[in-house]
């Protein structure tokens, strides 16, 4: 019987151990639980920020588009009106000069032909750059030192204007 009755007592003091042995894991699994609820929570708030930062930054990139849209817009307008202008606006004219004349300039004397030439450049530029420009180059040449020689200050200024016009390849 003591037997008994000691068996019974360490069977009770098992059967407590297990008792607290379960009451001690449900807690440890409720705190367990609880922390990993708290974690979740946080980065639920932590999505959320992040998920309002990007509806910001949609917001502001849609009112970007626009207003880059309505600045394309009016530059589109500006750039049709100017193109409506241009094409309204008359053409330079194209200086044409007979031959006889570019012919009767290349086949006289440089020295006499410059003082004719420097008239005929007071008169109408355009004319005399054309004519320059359709003559053969060493005679156009010949021509302008020519100018250059008889009147410095005007000849230079003549020359210069007309390099600018013509370019100096041409």
Do not use: W
């Not at 917001?59 to 817009?73: A, L, Y």
């Amino acid at each position: 019987m003591r037997i008994t009755i000691l068996l019974i007592g360490c069977l009770s003091v098992l059967g407590q151990n297990n008792t607290e042995r379960k009451e001690e894991v449900r807690q440890n699994t409720l705190v367990d639980i609880q922390a990993a609820n708290s974690k979740l929570l946080e980065e639920k708030q932590k999505l959320l920020t992040k998920e309002q930062h990007l509806l910001l930054l949609i917001q502001e990139m849609e009112t970007n588009k626009k207003m880059i849209e309505e600045k394309e817009k009016i530059i589109l307008e500006k750039l049709n009106k100017s193109t409506e202008a241009e094409a309204q606006e008359p053409q330079e004219e194209q200086v044409t000069l007979p031959q006889e004349l570019i012919d009767h300039y290349q086949s006289r004397d440089p020295s006499v032909a410059a003082r004719d030439f420097v008239q005929l450049y007071s008169k109408s530029p355009k004319v005399a750059i054309e004519l320059i420009r359709n003559m053969k180059k060493k005679k156009s040449a010949k021509l302008i030192d020519t100018v250059v020689q008889l009147d410095p200050k005007n000849g230079t200024r003549i020359a210069s204007e007309i390099t600018a016009a013509i370019g100096e390849g041409n």
